[in-house]
């Protein structure tokens, strides 16, 4: 018998992929065209787009005002978005009606909430314990003293002239770091066994979560003073302060009571197994398993509390959106067609960019945290 058999000395070189699964035309097959309800969808986004973002990038960026534009550009009929009204109203937009000689204490809560929430936020910067007591202890009572004052020869400043994207960030930032540790604490009471702690936390969640965050705010306003003894009063800015953070902790209790429901009985009963007491057992196994199933719920929550900073107008408090309204309705010397609208994209801008930030950064945590799942 004839052997046949044949080795090849060499290898062959490899052929490029085929077209048709490579290159832009097989990623826009697959992306866009992929189906004929795909095709007529994307056809009608096309449309939109073209309708759409050419006139707003000819407002916003061609026919704009530039910041160092005058009154009389910007009133032009043809005239685009007026930056320049922007620029110059900026303190107010940033500090409200805070006394412009002592814009260098919010400069700098600024600066140092920066910079110890930056390395806090990086997973290889060491010392993260020490950095997390320093922001979530030091910062606040440090910020407090420097932006009130009265003490240390500092000119006392009531919170009445607070404003501006400054109450937004206070606002916002403790109502997302307080209510977290109470939408634990009410979670853990709605599963719990002593039949008090438990009815008093679902009374409490549901109660509040039947109410628009409106009326909370509308109830810290009017009615809290009612029920204050005779002559005393309350601080506005710390009304919206417990308002806005009892309202976001029971949407925090609800989330993380769904992620300790999503981990399987077993993980229950190995800690319990281990001889560890309930609090350890929820320290150091369970509430680390449900905390990272619930990020993006958590993460969404706060995204959320942030956007509603926007109604503590209702207690007489001006954030970035209502400090906006204010100088589009005062600022006469700037009256144009178009002050408002780009005041009104500024303030969008702001949120957008923190609450983008945001969403980011949570998607960057769920990926380094899910290390024993296949995605």
Request: proline share 6%; net charge positive; hydrophobic share 55%.
């Amino acid at each position: 018998m004839t052997d046949i058999t044949y080795v090849r000395p060499s290898l062959v070189e490899a052929r490029p992929a085929p077209r048709s699964t490579t290159g832009v035309l097989a990623w826009l097959q697959k992306n866009l065209f992929a189906t004929p309800t795909d095709a007529v969808l994307t056809l009608f986004g096309a449309l939109f787009l073209l309708w759409a973002v050419p006139p707003l990038v000819n407002f916003v960026f061609i026919n704009a005002v530039g910041i160092n534009g005058t009154v009389e550009e910007c009133r032009v009929e043809t005239a685009g978005a007026c930056w320049a009204y922007v620029w110059s109203e900026m303190e107010f937009f940033i500090y409200g009606f805070y006394d412009m000689s002592e814009l260098w204490r919010p400069n700098i809560v600024f600066a140092l909430g920066a910079a110890l929430l930056i390395p806090l936020l990086i997973p290889k910067v060491p010392f993260k314990r020490t950095n997390a007591l320093l922001l979530l202890i030091v910062f606040p009572v440090i910020s407090y003293y420097l932006l009130a004052g009265g003490v240390f020869g500092l000119k006392p400043m009531p919170t009445e002239k607070w404003g501006g994207l400054l109450v937004t960030l206070i606002i916002s930032a403790v109502g997302i770091i307080v209510s977290f540790p109470l939408g634990i604490i009410l979670a853990l009471g709605r599963q719990s066994k002593m039949p008090v702690i438990k009815m008093l936390c679902i009374g409490f969640i549901e109660l509040v979560r039947a109410v628009p965050l409106i009326t909370i705010l509308f109830m810290a306003s009017i009615m809290l003073p009612l029920f204050m003894p005779q002559g005393t009063t309350v601080d506005k800015l710390l009304r919206a302060l417990v308002g806005v953070t009892l309202f976001s902790a029971a949407y925090v209790a609800e989330i993380v009571r769904g992620g300790l429901q999503a981990i399987p009985r077993g993980q229950y009963e190995a800690a319990a197994s281990l001889g560890l007491s309930y609090w350890k057992q929820m320290y150091f196994i369970i509430l680390p398993q449900a905390l990272k199933h619930v990020i993006p719920g958590i993460v969404n929550n706060a995204i959320a509390l942030f956007k509603d900073t926007s109604l503590v107008y209702i207690v007489g408090m001006k954030d970035l959106l209502e400090a906006v309204k204010t100088k589009n309705d005062t600022a006469l010397e700037w009256q144009s067609g178009n002050t408002a609208t780009t005041g009104y994209l500024f303030a969008a801008a702001v949120f957008w960019m923190f609450c983008f930030s945001m969403s980011r950064y949570s998607m960057f945590m769920e990926r380094r945290l899910n290390t024993g799942y296949k995605r």
